[in-house]
């Protein structure tokens, strides 16, 4: 059974940074293909960043140039690095994995993906 449980989020000031990372077990396939969403009150869940087994990634255009997506595969962890934080960057974010190959364009697209963890709060406030 796949599972993914994410950490690291928290308040933090505009302008700051957080490193959320996503554990995951269970994920046997030597193909990995994962992502991070979020989801803002009364918003739908988005796509944030995302990336393949070969190591491409792939980002929104909100985050491009202030968050990175990276893999570390012998600790079985998804990391998620925002710097340059903004208020409309506030959302519960989660981790996802795919249980099939994923082409690059969908990445970002959260019907594509088949485990999620619980999320992790973020909040960027003055």
């Known amino acids: 059974q796949v599972q993914l449980v994410e950490s690291g989020g928290g308040s933090v000031l505009p302008g700051g940074s957080l490193r959320l990372s996503c554990v995951v077990s269970?994920?046997?396939?030597?193909?990995?293909?994962m992502g991070w969403f979020r989801q803002a009150p009364g918003k739908e869940r988005e796509g944030v960043a995302g990336?393949?087994?070969?190591?491409?990634?792939i980002y929104a255009d909100s985050v491009k140039g202030r968050f990175t997506i990276s893999q570390d595969n012998a600790k079985n962890t998804l990391y998620l690095q925002m710097n340059a934080l903004k208020p409309d960057d506030t959302a519960m974010y989660y981790c996802?994995?795919?249980?099939?190959?994923?082409?690059?364009?969908?990445?970002?697209?959260?019907?594509?993906?088949?485990?999620w963890g619980q999320g992790t709060q973020v909040t960027v406030s003055s």
């Open positions: 269970g994920y046997t396939t030597s193909s990995r293909y």
């Open positions: 996802a994995a795919a249980r099939t190959r994923l082409l690059f364009g969908n990445l970002l697209s959260r019907r594509r993906y088949d485990y």
């Open positions: 990336i393949d087994s070969d190591g491409n990634t």
